[in-house]
């Protein structure tokens, strides 16, 4: 989180972009995974009551389309982008498989 803020007061950037107000959510690590989850992240930021509207998700391959799955079925009032740089090659096909199960099952539960 300290990183991210960093490199938003940092970066140099439109004034257009700059007037857009940042809103990081920190969520808390779960109990016996020691991180949060993007569901889990969701459910912290809706917390904070956002108003629906759009969103920009960044994320890295090959976790793109699970995450924005994940948004998706928990914000249907919101219309989602995600992007990501490529990636995954060198991660082991059983996170690879499982990512896209993730996504499958995500997508299937959309209201």
Same mark, same amino acid.
């Given at each position: 989180?300290?990183?991210?803020?960093?490199?938003?007061?940092?970066?140099?950037?439109? !004034? #257009?972009?700059?007037?857009?107000?940042?809103?990081?959510?920190?969520? *808390?690590?779960?109990?016996?995974?020691?991180? *949060?989850?993007?569901? !889990?992240?969701?459910?912290?930021?809706?917390?904070?009551? *956002? #108003? @629906?509207?759009?969103?920009?998700?960044?994320?890295?391959?090959?976790?793109?389309?699970?995450?924005?799955?994940?948004?998706?079925?928990?914000? @249907?009032?919101?219309?989602? #982008?995600?992007?990501?740089? #490529?990636?995954?090659?060198?991660? *082991?096909?059983?996170?690879?498989?499982?990512?896209?199960?993730?996504?499958?099952?995500?997508?299937?539960?959309?209201?």
């Amino acid at each position: 989180t300290a990183m991210m803020v960093h490199v938003w007061e940092a970066t140099e950037m439109p !004034s #257009e972009l700059r007037a857009i107000p940042l809103t990081i959510v920190d969520a *808390p690590p779960l109990p016996l995974r020691g991180r *949060p989850t993007t569901e !889990s992240t969701v459910y912290t930021w809706l917390e904070m009551s *956002p #108003e @629906p509207g759009s969103i920009l998700m960044i994320s890295s391959q090959p976790y793109v389309g699970y995450q924005r799955a994940v948004l998706g079925t928990l914000l @249907p009032l919101f219309e989602i #982008e995600g992007v990501g740089q #490529e990636g995954g090659r060198t991660l *082991p096909i059983s996170i690879l498989l499982d990512t896209i199960g993730k996504e499958v099952t995500w997508s299937r539960a959309r209201p």
